[in-house]
């Protein structure tokens, strides 16, 4: 089990933001517009405070809350069972998946699904596996890394591989959840935490049991990584459902912060101009 706090950088940041808007706001003080601008950089330090997450915990737990601004929904059974691009009902759910990058370059990936992570799921006189997780890590739609998993008396161990080629999902006509998991590269030794859990969770709407597996690793094990965005990504053998989730590069919200005070500074500038 791990804890990280994190977020102390960015809460750090808007208070800086902050700052600069009450000293410029004393060197020059107009009336309506200096108000706006106010509110305009008040809600944007605001923000950069509101989508941080507070801490992931390695638990088996996957709380809305920890991941809070790094993970994708895909929770929801549709008419029939259908999950998209097929069907199955719960048990071929992918609900839910987390990918966040600390301060430290501690990667973590969390996963729920209604899938049987532990055993896989039979149905039909077929026995369907879990996919492996796959992470993209330069830009190029090609996802690089293989996290193999197994789960052995409620514990998972994971691998880290460097993928040369993916086999594909077992229907073709499903290949929108492509790549099912590794087939041909090379091991990367790394150290992981990890947790597995399962239970039926409120953040599953559809009723039924889901299952959860959590883990870190430090990104200075993915060689390949360009400092761009990363992307991982699951599914399960017959590609019934998958999920997806992309998180920009670590800078941008940075760059997006800077990019809001330019402006407040170029219409200082405009408007000095004119008087
Ligand atoms: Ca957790
Ligand atoms: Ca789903
Ligand atoms: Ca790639
Ligand atoms: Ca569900």
């Not at 008396?153 to 080629?165: A, C, D, I, R």
């Not at 590794?182 to 039924?208: H, I, L, R």
Request: proline share 3%; with cysteine.
């Amino acid at each position: 089990m791990s804890y990280h706090v994190k977020g102390e950088g960015r809460i750090e940041m808007a208070r800086l933001l902050q700052n600069y808007i009450t000293i410029t706001l004393n060197v020059r003080r107009r009336t309506m517009t200096m108000k706006k601008l106010i509110l305009g950089l008040t809600v944007a330090a605001v923000m950069l405070i509101s989508t941080t997450a507070s801490a992931i915990t390695v638990d088996g737990n996957f709380s809305l809350a920890e991941w809070n601004g790094y993970y994708a929904n895909d929770d929801g059974v549709g008419p029939g069972g259908y999950v998209g691009p097929a069907y199955g009902g719960q048990s071929f759910d992918a609900e839910y998946l987390g990918l966040y990058l600390d301060n430290s370059g501690k990667l973590y990936f969390g996963l729920q699904t209604g899938f049987n992570l532990a055993s896989g799921v039979t149905t039909g006189g077929y026995h369907y596996n879990p996919g492996d997780l796959a992470l993209e890590v330069n830009g190029d739609g090609v996802y690089d890394y293989a996290i193999r998993f197994s789960i052995s008396g409620g514990v998972p161990t994971y691998t880290l591989y460097q993928v040369s080629t993916w086999q594909n999902v077992m229907y073709s006509q499903f290949g929108i959840s492509d790549p099912f998991k590794y087939a041909t590269g090379s091991s990367v030794p790394t150290t992981f935490t990890g947790a597995y859990g399962t239970g039926v969770f409120a953040n599953n709407s559809d009723g039924g049991t889901s299952y959860v597996l959590e883990g870190s690793l430090d990104l200075s094990s993915l060689s390949l990584y360009n400092g761009g965005n990363l992307t991982l990504h699951w599914t399960m053998e017959c590609g019934n459902d998958y999920i997806n989730k992309t998180i920009p590069e670590p800078g941008t919200i940075f760059l997006l912060g800077s990019g809001l005070v330019g402006c407040g500074a170029l219409g200082f500038i405009r408007r000095k101009r004119k008087a």
